[in-house]
Nanobody, 124 residues
Framework: QVQLAESGGGSVQAGGSLRLACVLSRYRGNRCMGWFRQGPGKEGEGVALIDNSGQTAYSDSVKDRFTISQDNAKNTLYLQMDSLKPEDTAMYYC???????????????????WGQGTQVTVSS
């Protein structure tokens, strides 16, 4: 059974940084992977995604602050989050096995596998 295990969440003050990691176990899907989040009382939102061609896309709210990357040898997906803001507070979910351009997948995800999520809390 495929498993996606997120880690790296926690509590941080505004302006701080966190690095999320997602380890994929028994995964044999494609290289399209990303991060999504859902804040308290908010709709789910695509944060960052790498598509099968290696193109990346970011939501406007995190562009220039967050960086998505993959380590294929370790089957691990990362999200480096810098200059964190209180509005970044959310449960962050790792996602894998998608098809299509990164920008489209962020807005209209068609995802094969999801992780359980890791909580990020940013205080002012």
């Amino acid at each position: 059974q495929v498993q996606l295990a997120e880690s790296g969440g926690g509590s941080v003050q505004a302006g701080g940084s966190l690095r999320l990691a997602c380890v994929l176990s028994r995964y044999r899907g494609n290289r399209c992977m990303g991060w999504f989040r859902q804040g308290p009382g908010k709709e789910g939102e695509g944060v960052a995604l790498i598509d099968n061609s290696g193109q990346t896309a970011y939501s406007d709210s995190v562009k220039d602050r967050f960086t998505i990357s993959q380590d294929n040898a370790k089957n691990t997906l990362y999200l480096q989050m810098d200059s964190l803001k209180p509005e970044d507070t959310a449960m962050y979910y790792c996602a894998a096995d998608c098809v299509g351009a990164a920008r489209i997948q962020l807005a209209h995800p068609n995802i094969g596998y999801w992780g359980q999520g890791t909580q990020v809390t940013v205080s002012s």
